[in-house]
């Protein structure tokens, strides 16, 4: 009886420590558009439902991507009367309500931006003691995706923080996707698996590919430092709780072959993939980067195991993720400013995940190749691999077991 009673106890407190976060929001990464690192807080009601309809009619919710999410610059500066937080009433003059619906209409899911601290990163107020009565909000608004920052948090407990508004997004009863962006000071790959669906791994990035923007007393991160910095996070995600190494700058700027190694990383990575680019205006290489379905099948796949970096050969690194049904990807990145020629000999290379317990073993299976943005079947593991792999360009190979 005793037993019995002690294993109900058990059992109770288990359940509760794993309900905390609502369950399958995001089985696989999250995809979608944010404001933040085109417009920042230049942001408003048009803009909002133009970008819905261009991620219609562009086919980018047909690729996958979902949520528009307002990052900071969405609110009045002060909370009303009753602590509420208020829409910018100029930039949003039909009420975010409206907007949300409308975003709805199309099919597409909505987020906001607040901040676990006193004021988000622009100013403006945070939630900080506020956190169940933000959450009732959003709730009430019905928001689907929450981005949550870490500024003016001096003297907060990271873990503490962003635990009670989960809490308070479960306890509010609509299902929210939880987005953590603490930059990975605090090693959210430890604890916030049960907390949020994802977590910034990184301060933010910048449109560069190789370098950073200094800005004195804080930088941006380019793409190659944000993916070096991913070494050894792989573990810690999986389906429901994804590393995230920041938005995509895909079309802001760097050339199309960065745009694509870019884009294939994050793929690789299994990162989220927020768009972050003025979807109204893209080129047409912008649009077929970011809609190109059998690079994102390899973000999506359903194993969501984070890939990782297999070695790097002359400046040529090769990334590898396993993906299910004894599938792998493989993606061979020159990160060098010359052209590169690579001859990989698959007989050669006996790829291990030691983590996932996966192994691609040439002398075990022919596996048949597909160049993923080529779109075309590129032999088999039988022969060497040589092909010529211009600067800051990727080969993204899908590897078949079968
Ligand atoms: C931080 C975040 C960014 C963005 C801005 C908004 O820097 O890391 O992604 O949300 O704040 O102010």
């Given at each position: 009886m005793k037993n019995k009673i002690l294993l109900l106890i058990a059992l109770f407190f288990f359940v509760n420590v794993h309900a905390q976060k609502?369950?399958?929001?995001?089985?696989?990464?999250?995809?979608?558009?944010?404001?933040?690192?085109?417009?920042?807080?230049?942001?408003?009601?048009?803009?909002?439902?133009?970008?819905?309809?261009?991620?219609?009619?562009?086919?980018?919710?047909?690729?996958?991507?979902?949520?528009?999410?307002?990052?900071?610059?969405?609110?009045?500066?002060?909370?009303?009367?009753?602590?509420?937080?208020?829409?910018?009433?100029?930039?949003?003059?039909?009420?975010?309500?409206?907007?949300?619906?409308?975003?709805?209409?199309?099919?597409?899911?909505?987020?906001?931006?607040?901040?676990?601290?006193?004021?988000?990163?622009?100013?403006?107020?945070?939630?900080?003691?506020?956190?169940?009565?933000?959450?009732?909000?959003?709730?009430?608004?019905?928001?689907?995706?929450?981005?949550?920052?870490?500024?003016?948090?001096?003297?907060?407990?990271?873990?503490?923080?962003?635990?009670t508004m989960s809490k308070a997004l479960k306890k509010a009863?609509?299902?929210?996707?939880?987005?953590?962006?603490?930059?990975?000071?605090?090693?959210?790959?430890?604890?916030?698996?049960?907390?949020?669906?994802?977590?910034?791994?990184?301060?933010?990035?910048?449109?560069?590919?190789?370098?950073?923007?200094?800005?004195?007393?804080?930088?941006?991160?380019?793409?190659?430092?944000?993916?070096?910095?991913?070494?050894?996070?792989?573990?810690?995600?999986?389906?429901?709780?994804?590393?995230?190494?920041?938005?995509?700058?895909?079309?802001?700027?760097?050339?199309?072959?960065?745009?694509?190694?870019?884009?294939?990383?994050?793929c690789m990575l299994a990162a989220p993939l927020i768009a972050g680019n003025d979807v109204r205006k893209m080129s047409e290489t912008t649009k077929d980067i970011l809609t190109n379905k059998e690079v994102i099948a390899v973000d999506q796949d359903k194993a969501g195991i984070e890939g990782f970096l297999y070695k790097t050969i002359d400046s040529v690194e090769i990334y590898v993720k396993p993906l299910s049904e004894n599938n792998w990807a493989i993606c061979f990145l020159n990160r060098s400013a010359e052209t590169k020629n690579i001859n990989f000999n698959w007989q050669n290379e006996v790829i291990n995940d030691t983590i996932f317990n996966r192994s691609l073993d040439t002398k075990k299976v022919n596996y048949q190749l597909r160049d993923l943005w080529k779109k075309v079947n590129v032999g088999d593991t039988k022969k060497p691999l040589k092909k010529q792999i211009e600067s800051h360009n990727v080969l993204m190979l899908k590897v078949s077991g079968r």
């Open positions: 609502f369950e399958n929001l995001a089985l696989t990464p999250p995809m979608g558009w944010n404001s933040w690192n085109t417009f920042q807080t230049n942001i408003n009601e048009d803009l909002v439902k133009q970008t819905a309809d261009a991620i219609v009619s562009s086919g980018m919710k047909a690729a996958g991507y979902e949520y528009i999410v307002l990052d900071d610059g969405w609110m009045e500066m002060e909370r009303d009367s009753a602590g509420n937080l208020v829409p910018d009433r100029k930039k949003f003059p039909h009420g975010m309500k409206v907007l949300i619906d409308y975003v709805h209409s199309k099919g597409l899911k909505f987020g906001l931006y607040n901040c676990a601290g006193t004021k988000t990163c622009a100013g403006y107020p945070g939630t900080r003691g506020y956190e169940y009565q933000d959450a009732r909000f959003y709730a009430n608004l019905g928001i689907d995706y929450l981005k949550f920052d870490w500024c003016s948090s001096d003297g907060l407990n990271a873990k503490e923080s962003y635990t009863g609509r299902p929210i996707v939880f987005s953590l962006c603490e930059w990975g000071q605090n090693k959210p790959w430890e604890w916030a698996e049960n907390v949020g669906e994802l977590w910034r791994t990184t301060g933010d990035i910048t449109a560069k590919f190789d370098g950073y923007l200094d800005h004195g007393s804080w930088k941006q991160t380019g793409v190659m430092p944000i993916a070096d910095l991913q070494k050894g996070l792989r573990k810690y995600a999986g389906p429901g709780h994804w590393n995230d190494p920041d938005m995509l700058e895909v079309g802001n700027g760097m050339s199309t072959n960065e745009d694509r190694a870019h884009f294939s990383l994050w």
